[in-house]
């Protein structure tokens, strides 16, 4: 595996509570990213980080924030979690601008109920 | 803006049958081609990319040829296996601006004995 572990692995939470997920990696790469994955929208960007404290908004970016004080940890929080919300979240890393693709974690499965 | 159409699923074979999955795309300039697999319960990993038109990629016997008269990269295999069966994702980077994935929206793959 490329060392990028997310957790945690499944969680149940309620709407309206706060929850943060994890991206850790032990390959140095300056880009990380978290993405969702929805039947019949594939995978969706929602956040990146370009390097530590530099990050941007991917296309569903409404209700969630990240933060990255390391390199090697890039955070995804739910400021206040809706059945919406409900998905599947990876995470991944490149060394480059992604020219050879990204490695991905295993994911996140988030339930809101 | 840059997107990726894949054939919808389920696609249901019998093993050692032969298999495509169609998949086009739209990009401005020639972005980076890729397919990735995503086996139950588990992240996506990279299976195959092409660079520039005409490449052809290929690992674990699948294949796909970057054609650009065509904005294609169709994915095939001659004989597929029942340990084949999974989701499978095209997805392209396209080489202007800042270099995040496009994924299209998955293609499941149930092959049987």
């Known amino acids: 595996d490329a060392g990028i572990t997310q957790s945690p692995r499944h969680k149940v939470t309620e709407t309206g509570t706060p929850v943060t997920l994890r991206c850790h990696q032990t390959?140095?790469?300056?880009?990380m990213y978290w993405y969702r994955q929805d039947p019949g929208h594939g995978l969706r960007l929602i956040h990146y980080s370009y390097g530590v404290k530099d990050t941007d908004k991917g296309e569903v970016s409404d209700g969630y924030s990240v933060s990255r004080s390391k390199t090697e940890d890039f955070l995804l929080t739910l400021e206040s979690a809706t059945s919406s919300q409900t998905s599947v979240y990876f995470c991944?890393?490149?060394?480059?601008?992604?020219?050879?693709?990204?490695?991905f974690g295993s994911g996140t499965r988030l339930t809101v109920v | 803006g840059n997107s990726v159409t894949q054939m919808e699923g389920p696609v249901t074979l019998s093993e050692e049958a032969f298999l495509t999955i169609n998949c086009t795309y739209t990009a401005t300039g020639y972005p980076s081609l890729f397919w990735y697999v995503q086996y139950p319960g588990e992240g996506l990993q990279l299976l195959l990319k092409a660079t520039k038109a005409d490449d052809k990629g290929s690992n674990k016997g699948f294949e796909a040829t970057y054609r650009k008269e065509t904005t294609s990269f169709h994915l095939e295999k001659g004989s597929v296996q029942v340990s084949d069966s999974a989701v499978y994702f095209c997805a392209l980077i396209p080489l202007t601006g800042f270099q995040k994935l496009v994924f299209g929206t998955g293609t499941r793959l149930l092959v049987s004995p």
């Open positions: 390959e140095n790469h300056r880009y």
């Open positions: 991944a890393i490149s060394e480059s601008t992604g020219g050879n693709g990204y490695t």
